[in-house]
Nanobody, 124 residues
Framework: VQLVESGGGSVQAGGSLRLSCAVSGLTFSMHCMGWFRQDSGKEREGVAAITPGRGRRYYGDSVKGRFIISRDDAENTVYLQMNSLKPEDSAVYYC???????????????????WGQGTQVTVS
């Protein structure tokens, strides 16, 4: 199983970035997909999740109204559109996968079995 994030970088406050996570080695359409972030010295934080099937979306309070998660089951890819970025959004962003929908209902990293290597986002 491989999850490969891309799209990170440096941006000024108020700007936008779009992260992508390309997935292989599992049945993508049957997996909850989540985005997490972790800044140095802090715990990994759930940012957004999207269920398989109906594609229900869940967001952390700190990103609601600014970030949008989406998925393309034909391309085995999950996206995170990040708008109105703030310096406090700076972190390493990880995508994660877990079979079924249950993991999407909580923001706990422990609910996911598969992880990408992360991509750095820096907002100044």
């Amino acid at each position: 199983v491989q999850l490969v994030e891309s799209g990170g970088g440096s941006v000024q406050a108020g700007g936008s970035l779009r992260l992508s996570c390309a997935v292989s080695g599992l049945t993508f359409s049957m997996h909850c997909m989540g985005w997490f972030r972790q800044d140095s010295g802090k715990e990994r934080e759930g940012v957004a999740a999207i269920t398989p099937g109906r594609g229900r979306r869940y967001y952390g309070d700190s990103v609601k109204g600014r970030f949008i998660i989406s998925r393309d089951d034909a391309e085995n890819t999950v996206y995170l559109q990040m708008n109105s970025l703030k310096p406090e959004d700076s972190a390493v962003y990880y995508c994660a996968a877990q079979a079924g929908s249950r993991a999407c209902l909580s923001s706990r990293p422990s609910g996911y079995n598969y992880w990408g290597q992360g991509t750095q986002v820096t907002v100044s």
